[in-house]
C-alpha cells in the first residue's frame, strides 16, 4: 500500500512528466529546462538530449560541443549539476524511449563524448579568419575553453601553459581511475588539434612583455599553489602538496610510494583524489579530516568505492605538528575532539611515510608583472579588460569546479569578441 507522502511524490513525477511531455510537443523553444540552469556552462542539453533519443549522434554532439570541448572527460568528472537539479525526471522525460541510459543526462553526455574520440567527430568550423592574434596563459580548462571557443570565431591562437602536459587540473589534479590521461589528451587533440599549445613555458614579468604583439591576453593560470597549514615541520621534505603530489604521480617523475603509507590531510574533492592516485600507484592512504562525515565534499558512493579499495578516514582531528622520528618516517601530532572541544586537549600520534596537504589551493600569478597582480588581487578587472588582458577560469571567479572554468573560458572567449568588434577591427 502506497503512503500518503508517497502518493504525493509519484503525482509530483507524473505532473513533471506530462509537463515537460506538453513542452516538447509544443517546441523546445517553449522549455526552460532545469538542467540547463542548473549547468554551470548552460549547455542546450535538451537540443541534445532529443537529438540523442531520435538517433541524429552527431547533430547531438554539434550542439554538445558547441558549449563543452571535452565531454568525454567532463562528464567522468562533472558532479551531475543537471541531474540534481532535475532530480532525473527531466532526464526521464527527455530521454523517454533510452532505456539504457535511465534518464541518466551525464550518461548521455559520456556516451557522445566517446563516440567523437572514437569517431574523431568533432564540431563544424566555420571558413573565417581575423588577423588579430590571441595569446592565453594556462592551458587548463578555463583557458582551453578560451582557445576553443576563440579559434572557432576565426581567431590564431596560442595557448603557452607551464607544465609538460595540456589539461591542468584535469590532467595533474584527477585519479587515473576517474579519468585516464588519454581520453583527455584524445579530446584536446581532436577538438584544439588546430590551436597552438606551447607547453614547458612559464611566463613571468621578465617575459611577459613578448604578448605586446598580440591583440589580447587572457590569463587563465588557476589556483595552482596548495595552501599550507600553518604548523611547524609542514616544509619538511616528503610533505607535499596535493597538486605537486598528484603532478608527480601523473608525470612519474620518480616519486616511489609503492607499499607506503600516505596520510591525506583534508575531506574535499582533492584529498579523495590524491587518496585514489596513491592507492593506484601502489600506496596505502588514509584520509585525515578535521570534520565530521556529513561535511565530506565529496558523493556517499565515491567514498564507499575508496574504502572498498582499502583506504581508510579519520574525523575530528587537527594537525598540530609534524616530526620525523629516528626510523626516517613521519611523525604527526593531532588534536583529537568530537562535536565539541574538551577543556583538556586530547593529542594523538600518527605516522606515515608521506604527508599529503589537500586543504585548498591559492591562486597562481605571483610571477606575473606587479600591475597586473595587484589588479587580479583586487578583483579590478575593468581596467586589465580595457587593456586587452582578460582574466579567466579560477582567478576570476575563485576556486570552483571544472565545470565553471570551463563556462568562464567560453563567457571570456564572448568579452574579446566584443572587445574586438568594439574597437573596429571586425566586419
Not at 592551458?139 to 575553453?145: D, I, K, M, R, S
Not at 609503492?258 to 596513491?278: D, H, N, P, Q
Not at 582531528?317 to 626510523?327: M, S, T
Not at 582567478?395 to 569578441?417: D, F
Amino acid at each position: 500500500m502506497i503512503s500518503k507522502t508517497e502518493g504525493q511524490k509519484q503525482n509530483i513525477r507524473e505532473f513533471k512528466k506530462e509537463a515537460l511531455k506538453n513542452l516538447r510537443d509544443a517546441g523546445l523553444s517553449f522549455c526552460q529546462a532545469f538542467c540547463v540552469i542548473g549547468c554551470p556552462m548552460h549547455q542546450d542539453n535538451k537540443s541534445w538530449l532529443y537529438n540523442f533519443r531520435d538517433g541524429r549522434i552527431k547533430e547531438a554532439l554539434d550542439h554538445l560541443l558547441k558549449f563543452n570541448p571535452f565531454p568525454s572527460s567532463v562528464s567522468r568528472v562533472c558532479p551531475k549539476f543537471c541531474e540534481k537539479e532535475t532530480n532525473q525526471f527531466c532526464g526521464a522525460a527527455c530521454l523517454e524511449n533510452s532505456e539504457n541510459f535511465q534518464g541518466s543526462i551525464n550518461s548521455v553526455e559520456k556516451y557522445l563524448g566517446d563516440w567523437a574520440r572514437k569517431n574523431l567527430y568533432k564540431r563544424y568550423r566555420e571558413s573565417v579568419f581575423h588577423k588579430e592574434k590571441m595569446a592565453i596563459i594556462g592551458a587548463g580548462p578555463a583557458g582551453l575553453a578560451c582557445g576553443y571557443q576563440l579559434w572557432h570565431m576565426g581567431f590564431p591562437v596560442t595557448i603557452f601553459e607551464k607544465m609538460e602536459k595540456p589539461g591542468g587540473i584535469l590532467y595533474f589534479g584527477i585519479s587515473g581511475e576517474r579519468l585516464p590521461n588519454e581520453i583527455l589528451l584524445d579530446e584536446i587533440s581532436l577538438h584544439l588539434g588546430d590551436v597552438e599549445i606551447k607547453t614547458g613555458v612559464e611566463i613571468n614579468a621578465q617575459n611577459f612583455e613578448q604578448f605586446a604583439s598580440y591583440d589580447t591576453v587572457v590569463i587563465a593560470t588557476g589556483y595552482g599553489s596548495s595552501r599550507k597549514l600553518g604548523i611547524p615541520g609542514e616544509t619538511l621534505s616528503g610533505v607535499l602538496g596535493s597538486l605537486e603530489f598528484l603532478s608527480a604521480l601523473n608525470l612519474q617523475t620518480g616519486l616511489d610510494i609503492k607499499e607506503k603509507e600516505v596520510l591525506i590531510i583534508g575531506g574535499g574533492e582533492t584529498a579523495i583524489e590524491a587518496a585514489l592516485t596513491a592507492i593506484n600507484f601502489g600506496g596505502r592512504a588514509k584520509i585525515i579530516y578535521r570534520k565530521g562525515p556529513e561535511n565530506l565534499g565529496v558523493s556517499n558512493q565515491t567514498i564507499a568505492s575508496f574504502k572498498a579499495r582499502g583506504g581508510e578516514i579519520e574525523f575530528y582531528l587537527i594537525p598540530r605538528e609534524i616530526k620525523k622520528n629516528d626510523r626516517s618516517r613521519f611523525e604527526i601530532k593531532f588534536e583529537r575532539f568530537g562535536q565539541e572541544r574538551p577543556e583538556t586537549p586530547d593529542f594523538i600520534l600518527k605516522e606515515a611515510d608521506f604527508i599529503v596537504l589537500a586543504i585548498g589551493q591559492t591562486p597562481q600569478f605571483e610571477s606575473l608583472p606587479l600591475q597586473i597582480r595587484e589588479k587580479i588581487q583586487n578583483k579590478d578587472f575593468e581596467p586589465l579588460e580595457s587593456a586587452g588582458i582578460f582574466i579567466a577560469g579560477d582567478l576570476y571567479y575563485g576556486q570552483k569546479n571544472v565545470c565553471h572554468a570551463i563556462n568562464s573560458g567560453n563567457e571570456t572567449a564572448g568579452k574579446i569578441y566584443d572587445f574586438i568588434k568594439n574597437k573596429g577591427k571586425l566586419p
